[in-house]
């Protein structure tokens, strides 16, 4: 079963980094993605620009709104994501625990839903 | 007995064992059930005529596991994903042998609990979902034992398995690395399901044997699996809580612990308490489970209730206080001072207590006021206080009790 991992950062937290620390947290993030495509988890993934990036559209009765920002504005954001294959929500879960964002802020876990 | 008294009994003893094989064997809540409800209108169909089998246990199962694979190649008709599904469900599960023996009926007796106390499911569901699903408590009693609507706490349920289903948790017990983080949660389960049984939340009896058994029969299983000293304290606390059964109600009456005939203490169950709260005690510091035990342990100690240590069963609810601050263990630990310095100490704590709002509507704390206020010789007080617990309480027992404490009060 896939599921899929959302990763929610403080930005400013990765921001105050030092350089030296936001090194050595790329290479935790580099180290899980090639443990996890050795056990087969990996499906896919990718780190996303900061939210001041992001733009949001909605059509609502024919007309095309565009804002800036995210879809909602909260303390973490959605910085990245890994999609993984596991057998149940416990295996998915352990996979999750160990993406190196997990001990600074949080990763939401949903499982895909398939249509057959 | 008639077989149908039989079939009942069965289905007292047997239902949720039968349930717990049935939802790894068709790997599905809903369809378990289904299939449990099936299994047992054929037996009320067969047995009579057949005869009782050796194994009803085996037999349920087998007949349930039948039925549900049957209902689905009927479905497969109108769904052709279900024909496959039925397949797999009849070939991975050949060897009638392995699946009914006693110790993997004992294994899904586990699976259930630590699936339906996951992590992954919100706290109030894991426990409505543990007293319907293992216990076999209807939605009314659960939402009676929660103070919420049976609606409220059906939508619980369904929402918890809908999770269970559609993020595949998985129906096994968590391996020795998960398994400490995954404990705590299903102690509280186990502890809330004892009290359900203990003090049965509503109607005329006021303990229902069987449900505290089986979360002292949790208990036990989960101390042979992971014998942790919270596990062990909670089985310890359960137990000497069990040992004053037959003394805390007289004809139907609640007896209050000073008044209990101390003869009628279950004294095997009490050294076994006592045996295990040392255990628990002797292993780290000690968590809340093990320090109830360690009051409770006081209690079954003292010959008669005059030669009660209180000194040490506050000095044991300031460690619990430290361990796990509620206001209800303020509570207690106040009427534990108001027997170790006086009435009027322990009137003056309860009513700080209850000033504070969060125990207005909780009857004990009305009815310890009363009991401090009698004993002060406020009879006017305690009236209005006892009035107000009687207000609050819903078991009859409980209710006789006060109505019999405000009598008292006139005499």
């Known amino acids: ?116 | 007995m008639d077989v149908r008294a039989v079939i009942d009994e069965v289905y007292r003893t047997e239902s949720r064992r039968v349930l717990a094989t049935l939802i790894r064997l068709l790997g599905d809540f809903d369809r378990a059930e289904e299939a449990l409800h099936d299994a047992f209108s054929a037996a009320i169909e067969q047995w009579p005529r057949d005869g009782v089998p050796a194994s009803p246990r085996a037999w349920l199962v087998s007949a349930g596991r039948f039925r549900a694979i049957d209902a689905l190649r009927r479905r497969a008709r109108f769904d052709a994903s279900l024909a496959a599904l039925a397949s797999e469900l009849e070939g991975q599960t050949a060897a009638p042998v392995e699946w009914i023996g006693e110790d993997t009926l004992e294994d899904d007796r586990l699976r259930l609990v630590f699936t339906c106390c996951h992590p992954a499911l919100q706290p109030d569901a894991q426990v409505a979902l543990t007293l319907r699903e293992v216990c076999g408590l209807t939605t009314e009693e659960i939402a009676r034992a929660f103070l919420t609507a049976p609606r409220t706490v059906a939508q619980r349920i369904v929402r918890a398995k809908a999770k269970i289903r559609d993020a595949r948790i998985p129906y096994q017990v968590p391996d020795r690395r998960e398994l400490p983080d995954r404990l705590d949660a299903v102690l509280r389960v186990v502890y809330l399901v004892f009290n359900e049984g203990y003090s049965a939340s509503s109607g005329a009896t006021l303990t229902r044997h069987d449900v505290s058994g089986e979360a002292i029969r949790l208990g036990r299983l989960l101390v042979d699996l992971l014998p942790e000293p919270e596990a062990i304290g909670l089985l310890a606390l359960m137990l000497l809580q069990e040992s004053r059964r037959a003394a805390r109600s007289a004809d139907g009456e609640v007896v209050l612990l000073d008044a209990q005939d101390r003869s009628r203490w279950d004294h095997s169950l009490i050294a076994e308490g006592v045996r295990l709260v040392e255990r628990a005690l002797g292993s780290g510091p000690p968590g809340p489970y093990a320090v109830q035990a360690a009051i409770a342990a006081v209690h079954a100690e003292a010959a008669t209730p005059d030669r009660t240590d209180w000194a040490q069963i506050v000095g044991l609810y300031d460690v619990l206080l430290r361990a796990d601050a509620s206001p209800v263990v303020e509570l207690n630990r106040a009427a534990a001072v108001a027997m170790r310095d006086g009435p009027a100490a322990g009137l003056a704590l309860i009513e700080g207590i209850l000033a504070r709002g969060e125990l207005q509507d909780y009857q004990f704390a009305h009815s310890a006021r009363a009991d401090c206020c009698r004993r002060l010789g406020l009879v006017d007080e305690a009236r209005a206080a006892y009035t107000r617990a009687l207000d609050l309480a819903r078991q009859e027992p409980e209710r006789r009790f006060l109505e019999r404490r405000l009598r008292e009060l006139e005499m």
């Open chain 1, 1 to 116: 079963m896939r599921y899929l991992c959302l990763i929610y950062d403080e930005e400013k937290k990765l921001a105050a980094m030092s350089k030296g620390e936001q090194d050595a947290f790329m290479g935790e993030y580099f180290a899980f993605t090639e443990d996890i495509k050795k056990s087969g988890h990996y499906v896919g993934g990718n780190a996303l620009q900061p939210v001041h990036t992001a733009t949001s559209v909605r059509l609502r009765g024919g007309k095309l709104s565009t804002t800036d920002g995210p879809f909602a504005e909260t303390k973490e954001q959605l910085g990245g994501y890994y999609l993984i294959e596991a057998k149940d929500l416990n295996d998915a879960l352990q996979v999750a625990a160990k993406i190196p964002s997990a001990k600074l802020g949080t990763v939401e876990v949903r499982p895909i839903q398939e249509f057959n």
